[in-house]
């Protein structure tokens, strides 16, 4: 069955139709959508039905992919996963000097406007290129491996290109009208710790997050409720993750997107100003990196146990309709046998250019171990 699947993909490939496969965290099942032309449809209104995938930049067009074919098939992670702890086993490519102060300066520059009051925390990334062996396929086939809890995908359209990628960062899930999001922040290599010690830049860099997205959301749900703020592994990687739930008021996902979207995770705060510095100092174009992509308003039957209501048949169904968004990090875009890699992360006040460059190798490791299949 599965096979199948791999098969469907490999013929849509060579068709240069658009299609996306992907796994949601923590589940077997991979699901391929396939469009029967070649098309580039966009997400208008967020009423669609579809796979969407949105740039970083939030005037930019959100394209989506429709579903003209559903294919899906279990995948079990087999046992030669790739090793997440080793972190001396990645051939990190060499960085230009240059390369290295630019980010830095970056940084430091940033610091610098934070204690000049113009902005609170800001997101700065950077991307790298490194060559690989063999088909995106096979990539992807990697990343289902070895990232069973992020969501796991392959993208592509004749029109945009390819990307891949293994994102721990729910942007959020709305199923009727109840939501759930998170705030995603902090981060420092895993060494086996489940819960390591977190320092106040990693805290504060993180709780900036939970505030914006609580009051984000205050005025559009009832029943907001905040969770205990916990670690949450990310392949290589530890990150400090809050969970926040609440029951939308009225249900408008493109005015909830456009709040969410881009979070102090990915942008800074205040968003507007944070945005602006990204822009005129980043050098390169995110594109997709750190925007966002999922299902919008797929429809799922619901089969629930036998109720009074329901006698003969020993169990009702009930449609509902779920969108499953994700924030996208920890990702590539591949052309021919080139990977350009993005990294990033999040700048206080605290921070230490150099120990921030830091952050953006460890980070990069997601993807160069699964192109190194170390
Ligand atoms: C921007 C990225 O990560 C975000 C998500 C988790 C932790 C982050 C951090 O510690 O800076 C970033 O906010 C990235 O991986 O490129």
Known sequence: MFQQLL???????????????????????????????SKIHY?????????VFAPFNEKGEVILI??????????????????LNNKSQIDYPSTDIDEKNFHIQLVAKAIDEIKKGRFKKVVLSRLMSATFQGAPLQLFLKLLNTYTEAFCYMWYHPKVGLWLGATPEVLVNIQNKQIQTMSLAGTQPYTGDPDPDWKKKEREEQS?????ITNALKSLVTNLYISETESLRAG???HLRTKITGRLKVLDIKKLVKLLHPTPAVGGLPKSEAYDFITANENYNREFYTGYLGELNFKEEIERASSNRNIENKAYRSIHTKTDLFVNLRCMQIVGHNATIYVGGGITTDSIPEQEWGETVNKSATMLKVIQNR
């Open 236 to 238: 290589s990687l530890m």
């Open 208 to 212: 900036m997050v939970t505030n914006y």
């Open 43 to 51: 997400c208008i209104d967020f009423k669609e039905t579809g796979f």
């Open 66 to 83: 429709p579903i003209d074919e559903l294919v899906q098939s279990q995948f079990e992670p087999s046992e030669h996963s790739i090793s």
């Open 7 to 37: 098969q469907r993909i490999e013929e849509q490939l060579l068709q240069e139709k658009p299609l996306v496969v992907y796994r949601k965290p923590s589940q077997k099942m991979v699901k391929g959508i396939f469009q029967s032309d």
